[in-house]
C-alpha cells in the first residue's frame, strides 16, 4: 500500500488545509484510492471552488426553464410537450496537448451530457481560439482540433451547424476548445441522475475501463509550463463509432420504464458519477470493483476509480429490469455489468478482491469541497478613444478598408472548417453555417430551433463588465436576426489563473455583466463550465466567456430569414443608432495600431427595443434578409449580405458628424441592417416604437459602392472573403 | 411497393433515406436491422450513408461481411433494385455487387457541400425522371468518396453506359477543377451490368425538400417509386 506523504498529496494537487479538511472528513489518514478519489473531487475542474460563489450571481430562472444549472446539462421547454436540453463545455488542456484526440473527446463529452438527460442531439457548435496565425503551433493545432471535431461528430450522424473561430496571440500556448450540443427531449420525459431506491442495481455499460485519461480533471486543473509534452497520456482517446452505440442503447432503454437514475462518466470518470449519484439521491453507493470491464490488466481500485475512458455510462434500475436493459445492450454490442447497489449508508464503499479499499461519507466529499472567494482586483477601465481621435490614427479609403478585413482571419469566410463537419446530416438543417444563427428544424414539424455562440474577448479585456454584457447581447441578437425568440443560454467561462486577483477580477467582471444582461433579456443561464488556469508560463489569455444561446422559431415556413441579399431593388435599411465607436474595433485592431479605447457601451433598453423590432418584422414576413452588425461594423455587414447574395450595393451615408470611416467601421452595438421590398411601413412602424431606422441604400447590380467613394466588385469581395483560410492551411 | 432499409450500428443517414422515401411510397419501409439475415420480400432495398461499424478498417469492409448483406446480394442478382448512398455505395463496392473502389479524398478531408453534377444516363430505373445531361445540385458528404477502378473496368464502365453521375462545373462541363474527392472520370455514382444496382456518393435524401435547399434528389425517389408501381 502506497505510504500517504505530503509530497503524495501535494502531487494530488491539494493544500495543506484542503488535506487537513480530508483527514477530518475521514477521521483518519485516506488510502491512496480515498486520497484520490477527493483529488479529482476538490479539483478546479469538478468543484468549481474558485468560481461558485460568482456562478451564483447568474439569473437562472424563467417560466419556461425545466432545469437549471447542476445537472447534466440545461433543460427549457420548447412547447409542444417538447424539451431542448444543451450545454457548452471546454475541452482547452487536452486539446492543446493532443489536437484531435481532445476536440474529439471534448464533442464525444458533451454529447454525453446531453443523452444523458434523455435527449436525442440535434446539433453540435464549437466555440474554437488559437493562437496567432504566424506562431508555429498554431496551423497544427486547428487542423487537428477541426478533424477531430468533425471525426467525431461525422460519425455521430449529428451535424456541426456552426461557432466561432478567433486567433489572438493571448492563446498562443492555451487553445480554446468549446464545444456545445443541443439535443431534443419530450418535456415529461428527461432524466436526471440522482440515485434512489435502496438495493437497486447500479449498472455500468459502454466501454470497457483502461489506464487514459487518469487525473485528466487535475490536469485540466492547471497551468501549463514546459512539461506539456509529458501530460499526454492524461489526454483520452474517443471512439464515436461506441459513442453512436450509446447513444442509440440509452435512447432505447429510455423509452422503456427502467431507468431511476443516469449519469454519464466524464470528469474523473466512474469516481464523479457515482458521488453525484448518490450526493443527490442522498444515497450510498457500494462498488464491487472487480466487475468493471476493464481493457488492460492489472489494474488497481485507485486506476478505475480515476479512469476518463470515454463512452461510459453509469445508471440505477428499477428492480426487475436489469434482464430488459442488458437485452438492448447486447443488441448494440455494448458492454453491461451491474458493479454495485444504492445503499442505505450514505456512504461510497468500494470493494475489490473481497476487500474494502475505499470507504468515505458522500455529503461532506461534496458540500465540504474547498470554496474560495479569491481576492479580486476589478480590471482598471480604460479612456474611451472619441471617432474622431480614433480616425485621425487612420488614412485608408473604406473599400480599401473593407477589402482588408474581408480577407482577413478574424473576418474571412470560415468554409474550410465548416466543411469538414457533416452539417446537413439528420436532414433538419435550415440555415446552413455562416448564417447569424443556425436553424434546424424539429424533426417533423415546421418549427425551428436558432443556436449561436458569441464572445468578443477584445472588449473583455478592456471591460469586462461591458464585455460580459456586450456577448450575451450578440448572442441574443443573433438569435432575433434569423426571427427567433431568444430563450435561454450556456456560458463557458475561459480564464486564465484564478489565484491572481485580476484574472478573478476579470471573472467577476464578466459574470457581473453577463447577469445584468440575461436578466435584462430574459435569457436565464441553465447551464455551463468553468475552465480556469488557462495560462502558460504566467501569461494568461484573453477572457473568454463564450455565450452559446437557443431561441425558438414559430414557423420557418414564414416567420425566419436569412442575411444574404434575397432580390435587386430591395430598399437597405439600417436598425439602431450609430455613433462610430471605434474603440476596440476591428479596424483598428488589423488597420490602425492595435486595439485602443474602450469597448462599445452596451445599451440594454436599446438591444431589446431594436431586437423585439426586427424580430416582429421577421415574424410577420417584412423583410428579405437581416444581419447583426457587429466586428467591422456596417460596410462589413452589408459586404457579407451581398456576398452571399451575389447582389450588389449602393450605399450611403446619412448627414452625421461622424467621420466615414467610423460610420462604415464604428462597432456601436444593438444594431442590424435589413433589406426589404416595402420600406415606407417599417420606417413608420420604427417611429411609432422609438427605434432608429434609417434608408441607407438598395441592392441591385454587380457591385457594392459608396456614395463618394469608390466601388468593388461582388466578386472580387467574395475572392478576398472566401480564400485566406483555405490559403492559410494549405501553405507548408 | 415495398422498401427496406438497412441499418447498420454507424448507419446515420437512415432517418434521412426514410423521411424521403415516405413521401413517394404509400406504406413505411421497413427499417430492416443489420443482423437480421430474414430480409421480407421487397421491391426497393437501400443501404444508407453513415459509419456501418465505425469504419476504422476500410469503409464499408466490415459491413459487407454482415449477416444480411449475403441476402441482398442474391436480391441483387434476381433483379430487385439496390440503392446504395454514400457508406452505402462504399459497402456495395466492398461486396462487389458494384465494380471498383472508393479511396480517400485526394484533399485527405472530410468534404460536406452541395457539388454539381450531371446526369450521364437515364435508362435506369433511377435516373429515368432526369434527362440525359441535366446538371443538379446535391450534397455530398464524404471521408472516402475518391472513385477508382481499373481502365479495363472504366472502359467497361462507359463503353456499357454504367456511369450514371459524374461531378461538373457550375456550366456543366466534367473537368478537374468541378472534382471534389480526385473520382478517376469525375464518376459520382455507378450502375451495375444489369442496371439495377447503383452507387452513389452524393445524397438525393438531403435535397428532397425546399426548406432545406433543393428538390434534385426527390425526382430520384419519386421516378423509382413510380418505376417500380408502374414497370
Given amino acids: 500500500m502506497t505510504e500517504i506523504t505530503p509530497q503524495i498529496v501535494a502531487e494530488h494537487g491539494l493544500n495543506e488545509k484542503e488535506y487537513k479538511q480530508v483527514l477530518k472528513i475521514m477521521g483518519r489518514k485516506p488510502n491512496i484510492t480515498e486520497l484520490g478519489i477527493f483529488s479529482v473531487m476538490w479539483s478546479e475542474h469538478c468543484s468549481y471552488k474558485s468560481s461558485k460563489y460568482w456562478l451564483k450571481k447568474l439569473p437562472t430562472d424563467a417560466p419556461w426553464v425545466i432545469c437549471g444549472p447542476g445537472e447534466n446539462a440545461g433543460v427549457i421547454d420548447i412547447g409542444d410537450g417538447k424539451a431542448c436540453v444543451f450545454k457548452m463545455e471546454s475541452h482547452n488542456h487536452p486539446s492543446f496537448i493532443e489536437p484531435y484526440q481532445g476536440a474529439a473527446t471534448g464533442v464525444g463529452g458533451i454529447l454525453r451530457d446531453v443523452f444523458t438527460m434523455g435527449a436525442r442531439p440535434v446539433a453540435n457548435m464549437n466555440a474554437l481560439r488559437f493562437g496567432s496565425p504566424n506562431h508555429p503551433k498554431t496551423k497544427y493545432l486547428l487542423g487537428g482540433v477541426v478533424s477531430g471535431i468533425g471525426g467525431y461528430g461525422n460519425c455521430m450522424g449529428i451535424p456541426t451547424v456552426g461557432g466561432e473561430l478567433e486567433f489572438d496571440s493571448s492563446y498562443n500556448g492555451n487553445i480554446l476548445v468549446n464545444a456545445m450540443t443541443v439535443g431534443i427531449a419530450d418535456a415529461d420525459k428527461i432524466f436526471y441522475s440522482a440515485a434512489a431506491g435502496i438495493g437497486n442495481a447500479v449498472v455500468y455499460v459502454g466501454s470497457k475501463t483502461g489506464r487514459d485519461g487518469i487525473h485528466g480533471a487535475t490536469m485540466a486543473s492547471e497551468e501549463f509550463a514546459e512539461d506539456t509534452e509529458e501530460k499526454r497520456p492524461t489526454v483520452q482517446v474517443g471512439d464515436p463509432f461506441t459513442e453512436k452505440l450509446l447513444l442509440e442503447a440509452c435512447l432505447e432503454l429510455m423509452a422503456t420504464d427502467a431507468i431511476v437514475a443516469i449519469q454519464d462518466m466524464g470528469a474523473a470518470g466512474l469516481t464523479s458519477s457515482s458521488v453525484e449519484m448518490s450526493d443527490k439521491g442522498d444515497v450510498g453507493i457500494s462498488l464491487d470493483l472487480d466487475s468493471v470491464p476493464m481493457r488492460e490488466e492489472g489494474m488497481t481500485p485507485y486506476e478505475v476509480m480515476l479512469s476518463e475512458s470515454q463512452e461510459r455510462m453509469l445508471m440505477v434500475l428499477k428492480p426487475g429490469s436489469e434482464q430488459k436493459a442488458q437485452a438492448i445492450f447486447d443488441k448494440w454490442e455494448l458492454d453491461f455489468a451491474v458493479i454495485g447497489k444504492v445503499t442505505d449508508t450514505k456512504r461510497l464503499t468500494l470493494k475489490w478482491k473481497g476487500h474494502t479499499v475505499s470507504d468515505i461519507p458522500v455529503r461532506p466529499l461534496v458540500a465540504e469541497a474547498p470554496e474560495y472567494k479569491r481576492p479580486y482586483r476589478p480590471t482598471p477601465l480604460l479612456a474611451p478613444i472619441s471617432p474622431q481621435e480614433a480616425v485621425s490614427l487612420i488614412k485608408i479609403d473604406p473599400i480599401e478598408a473593407l477589402l482588408s478585413l474581408l480577407g482577413s482571419p478574424d473576418l474571412c469566410s470560415r468554409r474550410w472548417i465548416w466543411e469538414q463537419y457533416d452539417h446537413m446530416v439528420m436532414g433538419d438543417t435550415v440555415q446552413r453555417p455562416g448564417g447569424d444563427a443556425a436553424v434546424i428544424r424539429i424533426h417533423g414539424t415546421s418549427r425551428a430551433l436558432a443556436i449561436t455562440t458569441d464572445c468578443t474577448p477584445r472588449y473583455c479585456i478592456a471591460d469586462p463588465i461591458e464585455g460580459g454584457r456586450q456577448a450575451v447581447a450578440e448572442a441574443w441578437r443573433n438569435l432575433t436576426a434569423v426571427g427567433a425568440l431568444p430563450l435561454a443560454i450556456t456560458d463557458n467561462m475561459n480564464f486564465g489563473n484564478p489565484e491572481k486577483p485580476e484574472i478573478m477580477g476579470q471573472f467577476a467582471g464578466c459574470i457581473q455583466g453577463i447577469a445584468e444582461a440575461c436578466r435584462y433579456l430574459d435569457f436565464p443561464v441553465v447551464s455551463g463550465n468553468v475552465s480556469l488556469y488557462n495560462e502558460t508560463n504566467g501569461v494568461g489569455i484573453m477572457p473568454t466567456p463564450a455565450i452559446g444561446g437557443v431561441g425558438l422559431i414559430e414557423d420557418i415556413t414564414k416567420s425566419t430569414t436569412s442575411f444574404n441579399f434575397k432580390s435587386p431593388g430591395d430598399t437597405i435599411i439600417l436598425i439602431g443608432e450609430t455613433l462610430g465607436h471605434l474603440g476596440r474595433s476591428l479596424l483598428l485592431r488589423l488597420i490602425g495600431e492595435g486595439e485602443r479605447g474602450s469597448p462599445p457601451p452596451v445599451n440594454l433598453s436599446a438591444e431589446r427595443r431594436n431586437g423585439d423590432f426586427v424580430r416582429m418584422l421577421i415574424q410577420t414576413n417584412k423583410v428579405s434578409a437581416c444581419h447583426d452588425i457587429s466586428d467591422g461594423g456596417l460596410l462589413v455587414t452589408v459586404a457579407e449580405m451581398a456576398i452571399a447574395g451575389k447582389i450588389g450595393a449602393n450605399l450611403f451615408k446619412l448627414e452625421t458628424n461622424t467621420p466615414d470611416l467610423a460610420w462604415f467601421f464604428g462597432e456601436d452595438q444593438a444594431r442590424y441592417v435589413i433589406s426589404t421590398s416595402d420600406a415606407a411601413p417599417i420606417l413608420d412602424a420604427a417611429k411609432v416604437s422609438g427605434v432608429n431606422a434609417s434608408v441607407i441604400g438598395s441592392t441591385g447590380g454587380t457591385m457594392l459602392s459608396v456614395e463618394n467613394g469608390n466601388s468593388i466588385s461582388i466578386s472580387d469581395l467574395h475572392n478576398q472573403h472566401d480564400t485566406w483560410l483555405e490559403n492559410f492551411m494549405s501553405e507548408a | ?231
Avoid at chain 2, 133 to 140: A, D, E, F, R, Y
Fill in chain 2, 1 to 231: 411497393m415495398k422498401a427496406a432499409i438497412i441499418v447498420s450500428p454507424g448507419s446515420n443517414c437512415d432517418r434521412d433515406v426514410r423521411v424521403a422515401l415516405e413521401q413517394n411510397i404509400e406504406s413505411p419501409p421497413i427499417m430492416h436491422w443489420h443482423r437480421d439475415p430474414d430480409l421480407p420480400k421487397v421491391d426497393l432495398i437501400v443501404i444508407p450513408g453513415g459509419f456501418s461499424y465505425g469504419d476504422y478498417l476500410r469503409a464499408g469492409a466490415m459491413a459487407a461481411h454482415s449477416p444480411v448483406i449475403r441476402e441482398v446480394i442474391d436480391r441483387a442478382q434476381k433483379g430487385v433494385p439496390v440503392l446504395g448512398i454514400c457508406n452505402g455505395f462504399q459497402i456495395l463496392t466492398e461486396c462487389q455487387l458494384l465494380p471498383g473502389t472508393l479511396m480517400k479524398n485526394t484533399g485527405l478531408k472530410f468534404i460536406c457541400r452541395d457539388v454539381d453534377i450531371r446526369v450521364e444516363t437515364n435508362t435506369s430505373i433511377f435516373t429515368r425522371n432526369y434527362t440525359k445531361g441535366q446538371k443538379l445540385k446535391m450534397p455530398i458528404a464524404h471521408n472516402e468518396g475518391s472513385y477508382f477502378a481499373d481502365t479495363k473496368t472504366l472502359s467497361r464502365l462507359t463503353d456499357n453506359d454504367l456511369v450514371a453521375l459524374r461531378y461538373c462545373s457550375d456550366d456543366g462541363e466534367v473537368d478537374e477543377a468541378a472534382n471534389p474527392n480526385g473520382a478517376l472520370l469525375n464518376i459520382a455514382a455507378v450502375l451495375s451490368a444489369e442496371r439495377n444496382v447503383l452507387g452513389m456518393m452524393p445524397h438525393p435524401e438531403r435535397c428532397s425538400d425546399k426548406q432545406l435547399g433543393g428538390e434534385d434528389g426527390r425526382t430520384l425517389f419519386s421516378g423509382l417509386a413510380n418505376a417500380i408501381m408502374h414497370p
